[in-house]
T-cell receptor, first 112, second 114 residues
Framework: KAGVTQTPRYLIKTRGQQVTLSCSPI?????VSWYQQTPGQGLQFLFE???????NKGNFPGRFSGRQFSNSRSEMNVSTLELGDSALYLCASSPSRGEKLFFGSGTQLSVL | DQQVKQNSPSLSVQEGRISILNCDYTNSMFDYFLWYKKYPAEGPTFLIS?????DKNEDGRFTVFLNKSAKHLSLHIVPSQPGDSAVYFC?????????????FGPGTSLSVIP
């Protein structure tokens, strides 16, 4: 079974731009969660999608948004990028909510 | 409001000795706890989990202990190996509630010295 796939692997953007990150979950997994990792901050929860609906949202500004498609693939979007958005963005999938998460390798976003 | 805490940012242990990583939580609704291991530039990988109905779970060299009254859990690695050097994250969720997202602690960086 293929693991969680995230694209692109690396991304460089400038302040004010927007970015879209993509995540393909493990086949059969309906829950997709997104996390932001910055040095010293651990994994900060962004949001979780289940059956195309956002079920939980973390404490991030509205510039961060996401969606899930009918095939469970998910995208997250960050608009009006700021320097502080530079981080590793991790996507994780699980068969059901609140259970063991399977992570992708992440997208390393650098905002210049 | 950090609901999952790992108060030791780093830990160094000699190869062959025991590594003990600690985690505290504040939300009494948490009923499922997990440990993940992360190498640089990779996603976290699942190590071991424990349900709140148990106080111990073992998988090879890894054992997780849960003390619900103290809202504390720990991960024991015996014996420690150089390949265990990584960042370890404690995580928790409240599966029986609508607050069932998985919350992670800030991580503990473990260095196993040969």
């Amino acid at each position: 079974k293929a693991g969680v796939t995230q694209t692109p692997r690396y991304l460089i953007k400038t302040r004010g731009q927007q970015v879209t990150l993509s995540c393909s979950p493990i086949s059969g997994h309906r829950s997709v969660s997104w996390y932001q990792q910055t040095p010293g901050q651990g994994l900060q929860f962004l949001f979780e999608y289940f059956s195309e609906t956002q079920r939980n949202k973390g404490n991030f500004p509205g510039r961060f948004s996401g969606r899930q498609f009918s095939n469970s693939r998910s995208e997250m979007n960050v608009s009006t990028l700021e320097l502080g958005d530079s981080a590793l963005y991790l996507c994780a999938s699980s068969p059901s909510r609140g259970e063991k998460l399977f992570f992708g390798s992440g997208t390393q976003l650098s905002v210049l | 409001d950090q609901q999952v805490k790992q108060n030791s940012p780093s830990l160094s242990v000699q190869e062959g000795r025991i590594s003990i990583l600690n985690c505290d939580y504040t939300n009494s609704m948490f009923d499922y706890f997990l440990w993940y291991k992360k190498y640089p530039a990779e996603g976290p990988t699942f190590l071991i989990s424990i349900s709140s109905i148990k106080d111990k779970n073992e998988d090879g060299r890894f054992t997780v202990f849960l003390n619900k009254s103290a809202k504390h859990l720990s991960l024991h690695i015996v014996p420690s190996q150089p390949g265990d050097s990584a960042v370890y994250f404690c995580a928790a969720s409240a599966r029986k509630t609508s607050y069932d997202k998985v919350i992670f602690g800030p991580g503990t960086s473990l260095s196993v010295i040969p």
